[in-house]
C-alpha cells in the first residue's frame, strides 16, 4: 500500500480515537469476533483500506468481498477478529471510509452502465470536486466502479478554465500552453472558442454547461473543418442520471460528473461483534 495511503489512514483513526477510545477502554482486555455487512445492494470499494485499519492496531482481518464486487442485503464483506479496544475504536474510521469509497462506487457504476448503453466509446471521468484530504479515495472508488480519474491535482495537466480566460485571453494562452506542453484541455462555452482552440492544438476540450443539442452541433462543424479527429471532446457541468444517456449518444468521448464525488450517498454497512 501506497505510504500516503497509510498515512492518511492513520491520520484519519487518530482524529476518531484522540487520546483514547475512553468507552472501549472499560471492557476486559479479550479477544472478540466481528463481521461488516452490507444493508443494502451496491459495490464494493476499499476493503484494503478498511483492513489496513485495522491491522495497523493488531487485529486479523479476512476478506469476503474484494473491491468491485456487487453486494446485497446481510452479505458479509469481511470478518475481523483482535482485542475488543482495537476493533471497537477502529469500527468507525474503517466503517466511514468503507461506506464512502462503495457509495461512490456504486453511484458511478450506474451511470457507466448507462453511458455505455447509449455509446460504448464514452467513458465517465471524475473531476477534482473531491473532500479535501480524501481525494486518492474518492478517485480510486470512482475507478472501481467504472469510471476514469482524470487528473488528481493541479500539476499532473493543463486544464485551461474560465478564471484563466479572465486574465488571459484564449489564443494567448493556449500559444503559450502549446510551447510548453505537448497535451493541454481548454475549458470552452461555446461553438466559436471550441473551434479557436481545437486550431490552437488542444488536445482536449471541454464543453461546459452546454446542452446535447449544442454539442452535436459543435462535433458537426470540428468535423466539417477537419479538427475532431485532433481532439478529444469533453461534456461537463449539469450531468447526472438523468441526462447522462443524452450526452453519451452525442459522441463526445468524455463525460465528468462531479456529483459522483461531491453528492455521496455512502453504502449503508454495519459491523457486527
Not at 482495537?86 to 452502465?113: D, H, P, Q, Y
Amino acid at each position: 500500500m501506497h505510504t500516503r495511503a497509510k498515512k492518511a489512514l492513520e491520520a484519519f483513526l487518530k482524529e476518531d480515537i484522540g487520546k483514547g477510545d475512553i468507552t472501549s477502554k472499560l471492557l476486559p482486555r479479550k479477544k472478540i469476533s466481528a463481521k461488516i455487512i452490507s444493508r443494502q445492494n451496491g459495490i464494493i470499494a476499499g476493503v484494503q483500506y478498511a483492513k489496513e485499519i485495522f491491522t495497523s492496531r493488531d487485529c486479523q482481518v479476512k476478506i469476503l468481498k474484494k473491491d468491485g464486487s456487487t453486494v446485497r442485503p446481510n452479505d458479509i464483506i469481511m470478518r475481523i477478529s483482535g482485542p475488543a479496544y482495537s476493533v471497537l475504536s477502529c469500527e468507525r474510521t474503517a466503517l466511514n471510509l468503507l461506506s464512502r469509497m462503495s457509495g461512490i462506487a456504486t453511484a458511478t457504476s450506474l451511470l457507466v452502465k448507462s453511458i455505455k448503453s447509449a455509446n460504448p466509446r464514452t467513458n465517465l471521468y471524475s473531476t477534482r470536486k473531491t473532500a479535501p484530504g480524501l481525494r486518492l479515495f474518492d478517485k480510486e472508488a470512482v475507478e472501481i466502479g467504472g469510471g476514469k480519474k482524470h487528473r488528481l491535482a493541479l500539476d499532473q495537466m493543463v486544464m485551461i478554465k474560465d478564471n484563466h480566460l479572465a486574465v488571459v485571453p484564449l489564443q494567448e494562452l493556449t500559444r503559450a500552453a502549446k510551447k510548453r506542453y505537448k497535451r493541454f484541455e481548454v475549458e470552452v462555452e461555446n461553438l466559436d472558442d471550441a473551434v479557436v482552440a481545437a486550431q490552437a492544438g488542444a488536445s482536449t476540450i471541454m464543453l461546459d454547461n452546454i446542452p446535447p443539442k449544442e454539442i452535436l452541433h459543435i462535433i458537426k462543424v470540428l468535423t466539417r473543418l477537419g479538427l475532431r479527429r485532433r481532439v478529444k471532446i469533453e461534456a461537463s457541468g449539469g450531468i447526472d442520471s438523468s441526462n447522462v444517456r443524452s450526452y453519451a449518444k452525442t459522441g463526445v468521448d468524455m463525460i465528468s460528473v462531479g456529483k459522483i464525488t461531491t453528492s455521496v450517498s455512502g453504502l449503508d454497512l454495519s459491523l457486527e461483534v
